[in-house]
């Protein structure tokens, strides 16, 4: 009598005892010691795996955020010396289509700033010129206030929300990035053709973590490791090394601001 009595507690509340005494008696051990059948097994099991799906889906809802399809990441690339940005990296990984792109955004880069985000940067230095080129922001910004000038002008110029954002020395940067002769960064391991998946670079989520140690980022290791299988699942195709579209002008590059958010757009739609 008490033997049926505990084995219909176990079947009405199983999932408080197997996750309060697997650690002791493990989940095979509490089916043999109460004699649970088989049926009535499947039936645990269905509900267990019910019950983990559910708590996956709980764990994704608390960081919707986080959880798109399409992640875009501006990194800025600082001088070892001064900490001023040197160079600005664009990572779009669109996890439906399985491609990462890498847009490189020249500092020379020109741009007529709209009037809210000029009056926006007004606020915080003197007389920010209205013709404005990237490698003039270490001559009215410093520290976050730079990242935060640079990301604004490019949001508005390229037509195109980030997602996060990423800060990174050149000394940590060059380690995985070299520039090729048109000004474009490409991934070494991958340009030079011995990277046929990422998870070659990442062995594992503690090797993730160090990385994570040299950067300074809003994009978190847990919401990182959300996209994890699409990262291991890169192929050397499966990237793509480009500069943002435009044209270079005597000493500054002026953005085809058209035919850029389209690429971007396109990329995002996994059309390109």
């Known amino acids: 009598m008490v033997r049926q009595v505990v084995k219909m507690f176990l079947l009405s509340t199983l999932f408080v005892v197997f996750f309060t005494t697997a650690g002791t008696l493990g989940y095979s051990a509490i089916v043999n010691q109460y004699g649970i059948e088989k049926q009535e097994k499947e039936q645990i099991d269905q509900y267990l795996k019910e019950i983990n799906g559910s708590q996956k889906a709980e764990a994704l809802q608390q960081n919707t955020a986080s959880v798109k399809t399409v992640v875009k990441t501006i990194h800025f690339i600082t001088e070892n010396e001064t900490g001023n940005i040197g160079d600005i990296l664009i990572e779009i990984i669109n996890s439906r289509s399985g491609k990462l792109l890498y847009l490189t955004v020249p500092m020379d880069l020109k741009v007529a700033l709209s009037t809210p985000v000029y009056d926006r940067l007004n606020t915080s230095a003197v007389m920010v010129p209205q013709m ?31 997602d996060y954002y990423s800060v990174v020395s050149r000394e940590v940067f060059e380690q995985r990035f070299e520039k090729a002769a048109d000004g474009t960064y490409h991934c070494m391991e ?83």
């Open 132 to 162: 404005f080129k990237l490698s003039m922001l270490s001559a009215y910004f410093t520290g976050e206030k730079q990242v935060e000038a640079a990301r604004l002008i490019l949001e508005d110029t390229l037509g195109v929300q980030m």
């Open 190 to 272: 991958v340009k030079a053709g011995g990277l046929q998946n990422i998870s070659q670079l990442f062995e594992n989520k503690e090797a993730i973590r160090e990385i994570y140690l040299n950067y300074e980022t809003d994009f978190s290791y847990q919401e990182r490791m959300i996209y994890l299988e699409t990262y291991q699942a890169l192929k050397k195709e499966d990237y793509v090394f480009e500069k943002v579209s435009g044209k270079q002008m005597n000493d500054a590059f002026i953005l085809d601001e058209k035919e850029n958010k389209a690429k971007i757009l396109m990329f995002c739609a996994g059309q390109a």
